[in-house]
């Protein structure tokens, strides 16, 4: 058991015993590491009833939590998502595990680099990508008091510490690329451009997009967006949120093709250029583009 | 719903004249009316919910809750135009008196599982070319194994699924868990008969036969 997966399953287990609205639904996944409570609901094997009966309960006042594996959370019931909770405007909190490679040993039927994207594509949703556990506590619990439709993603990768502001965090400020390194992306980004005279900032909720915090944190014309998910998912929204002001986008995460390896998830993050030695090389190509650093 | 009645059935073919400017009304086009107006008017009590699942051609639908209040008979005449708030697939949030959105199939049981675990007597229309849809089994399989006695369903059985269901859908539903009660669509007593054989101890489906 993971340190954020960890906190998560504790922290459902406390909002079942102090918070009515509460219920949890879950298909299999993850039922065995809670205790048991009247109000959670394991449907089995049956991911759209269990988008549904998160629906259903929405329909009756209560706040429901829906847990799975990336895929099976949020591709496997995508119309489920669209209609039940979307268009019936029903709220829940849906909170994946697994990220992008988490499973990189069981190959593509476990890996959904393209859930952001996915959900980005339907109205409405606050998508959550916290990178250490202490702010998945604190983005969970505040979920939790809402009825808006949420979704959380949970990593087995972590950055060192947690970052608690909403929006953009700046955390180094310096005259080159503005990069924005988002959820558990951090660390690698961080150690990619240690002696890189640019500024580094972080962002834990993508959607809706800070596009007000972007422009007053941005100083040059150069963007540099480092996502743990399918790169380019938050590319319109910096396009749209710039609109008025001449800049440039490298946009990095992982790569939109079908991806048959197994191994470590590290061995995922460097080839799909997101640990800190592909990070700094993609950013020193696009300065070099207009020679920033020269 | 809570429902005050203002009109009666006899008045239905002329609220379906508004909603679709025809005189006349194909009874095939209209499986549901019969059992939509048993279930409002006689089976729904004011705290339990009724979702449409087979949101498809919804005007005895909206006719019936027009007769039953639940939507202002001033809005019939506009059905389906841009403003309306009825259109070709019912939309709760335009549409206060309906209580689900639907036109896509296998949506509606699902949702009353939940609501139905939630403690809310549920009642859902489905159709017997909406039970092909996989999501639908996923509910009725669940909510069998469970018990879930809040949980009512009626499949309205014009025969239009085009693989049909060999052994017939009631049985389908025993085996996993649910009692079943058949009865003729048309048959206002038989419908309330087989709506009141549900029991305090497994989800009931009615099959309503629509013979052609």
């Known amino acids: 058991m993971t340190a954020m997966r960890d906190r998560f399953y504790r922290l459902a287990a406390d909002a079942l015993e102090d918070d009515p609205r509460v219920a949890m639904v879950f298909a299999e996944i993850g039922v065995a590491e809670m205790p048991k409570h009247p109000r959670m609901f394991n449907v089995g094997i049956r991911e759209q009833l269990m988008i549904g009966v998160a629906a259903g309960l929405a329909l009756e006042g209560m706040r429901p939590v829906v847990h799975s594996y990336t895929p099976f959370l949020v591709e496997r019931p995508y119309e489920q998502i669209k209609l039940d909770l979307g268009h019936q405007d029903l709220g829940a909190v849906l909170v994946s595990t697994g990220a992008s490679y988490d499973a990189s040993h069981s190959g593509r039927t476990h890996q959904a680099p393209e859930d952001i994207a996915a959900l980005a594509a339907l109205p409405g949703w606050t998508i959550h990508v916290p990178g250490h556990p202490d702010e998945l506590e604190r983005l969970f619990t505040r979920s939790l008091a809402g009825d808006d439709r949420v979704y959380i993603r949970m990593s087995e990768e972590t950055n060192d510490a947690p970052f608690h502001g909403d929006g953009v965090v700046v955390l180094r400020e310096g005259s080159g690329p503005f990069v924005l390194a988002v959820g558990p992306t951090l660390g690698e980004t961080l150690a990619a451009t240690e002696d890189l005279d640019v500024t580094v900032a972080y962002l834990a909720t993508p959607r809706p997009f800070p596009d007000a915090a972007l422009r007053e944190a941005l100083r040059g014309p150069d963007v540099v967006l480092v996502e743990p998910y399918l790169a380019g998912t938050s590319a319109a929204e910096v396009s749209r949120a710039l609109r008025d002001r001449p800049h440039r986008l490298l946009a990095l995460g992982v790569p939109n093709a079908e991806f048959r390896h197994y191994g470590k998830p590290a061995e995922h993050r460097a080839a799909h250029g997101l640990d800190a030695a592909g990070i700094r090389a993609s950013l020193l190509e696009f300065a070099r583009l207009r020679d920033v650093f020269e | ?212």
């Open chain 2, 1 to 212: 719903m809570a429902a005050t009645t203002t009109l009666g059935y006899d008045d239905l073919p002329a609220l379906l004249t508004l909603l679709t400017g025809d005189e006349k009304h194909d009874r095939s086009s209209l499986s549901t009316l019969d059992v939509l107006w048993v279930l409002y008017d006689r089976v729904l009590g004011p705290d339990d919910r009724f979702l449409l699942s087979k949101g498809h051609g919804p005007t005895a639908y909206y006719a019936v809750l027009a007769a039953k209040g639940l939507i202002p008979v001033e809005e019939l005449p506009g059905f389906g135009r841009f403003d309306s708030p009825l259109g070709y697939h019912p939309d709760h949030v335009l549409a206060a008196g309906v209580e689900i959105s639907s036109g896509s199939l296998g949506h509606g049981l699902p949702i009353a599982v939940g609501a139905a675990l939630a403690g809310r007597r549920v009642y859902c229309l489905v159709g017997d070319g909406e039970l092909d849809e996989g999501s639908n089994w996923e509910a009725v399989q669940w909510a069998g194994r469970i018990g879930l006695a809040a949980l009512g369903a009626v499949v309205v059985d014009n025969h239009s699924s085009t693989y049909h269901w060999p052994g017939g859908i009631g049985r389908r539903f025993e085996l996993e868990g649910w009692t079943s009660a058949h009865a003729d669509g048309r048959d206002h007593d038989a419908l309330q008969q087989a709506f009141a054989a549900r029991t305090a101890a497994a989800p009931h489906v009615v099959v309503a036969e629509m013979r052609r």
